[in-house]
């Protein structure tokens, strides 16, 4: 099947580490993306992991997939107010040859 | 700047109406997605052009087709609008439309159906 889980909102102080999580259901993903929304803009790709990884890191950002759980999730070190945006994760679904989008989160990082 | 570009960037139209959302991809690449946006369903896939032929087909409605021309832009054709049909609509484009190749969004066109 075709879903991809994201909890709706985060909220974190600014300096501390954000970390957003998400779930997968198809298991012969081989690529998994998170992409930033920010207010009234398209979409940004963030960055992106091969599912032969466990670990990709890009400055602040870290991304972790656990292939066993079907779990990923990005940290972004030393939030600051300009990361608030929302948050999207995206499996590349083998079947059908298309992006499955989580449903976003809202990371809002206070001052 | 992704490089994708995409007219209009709002549209106001009303029920029972067509509308045509234009699309150019990135420089070089081959390959044009169209996403659409909405509160209730989330951000979904619609259709994606490989060289000016259809290569996959996702939730797009009978009422909405699309095409990519020689230049290798894209349209997206509304016809029959419902007040449904409100949101935004995304363009992306990728190198050579493969299995997991990065696609890079453009701004989106949001349509308002009143």
């Known amino acids: 099947g075709e879903d991809v889980e994201q909890s709706l909102f985060l909220s974190v102080r600014e300096g501390d580490s954000s970390v957003i999580n998400c779930t997968y259901t198809d298991s012969s993903s081989t690529y998994l993306y998170w992409y930033k929304q920010e207010p009234g803009a398209g979409l940004q790709l963030l960055t992106y992991i091969f599912s032969n990884m466990d670990m990709k890191q890009d400055q602040r950002l870290t991304v972790l997939l656990n292939k066993k759980d079907k779990h990923l999730s990005l940290r972004i070190a030393d939030t600051q107010t300009g990361d608030s945006a929302i948050y999207f994760c995206a499996e590349f679904y083998n079947q059908g040859g298309k992006l499955i989008f989580g449903q976003g989160t809202e990371l809002s990082v206070k001052p | 700047d992704s490089g994708v570009t995409q007219t209009p960037k709002h549209l106001i139209t009303a029920t029972g109406q067509r509308v045509t959302l234009r699309c150019s991809p990135r420089?070089?690449?081959?390959?044009v997605y169209w996403y659409q946006q909405s509160l209730d369903q989330g951000l979904q896939f619609l259709i994606q052009?490989?060289?000016?032929?259809?290569?996959a087909k996702g939730n797009i409605l009978e009422r909405f087709s699309a095409q990519q021309f020689p230049d290798l832009h894209s349209e997206l054709n509304l016809s029959s609008l419902e007040l449904g049909d409100s949101a935004l609509y995304f363009c992306?484009?990728?190198?050579?439309?493969?299995?997991?190749?990065?696609?890079?969004f453009g701004p989106g066109t949001r349509l308002l159906v009143l």
């Open positions: 052009y490989y060289n000016g032929e259809e290569r």
């Open positions: 992306a484009s990728s190198a050579a439309g493969g299995a997991g190749e990065t696609q890079y």
């Open positions: 420089s070089g690449d081959l390959s």
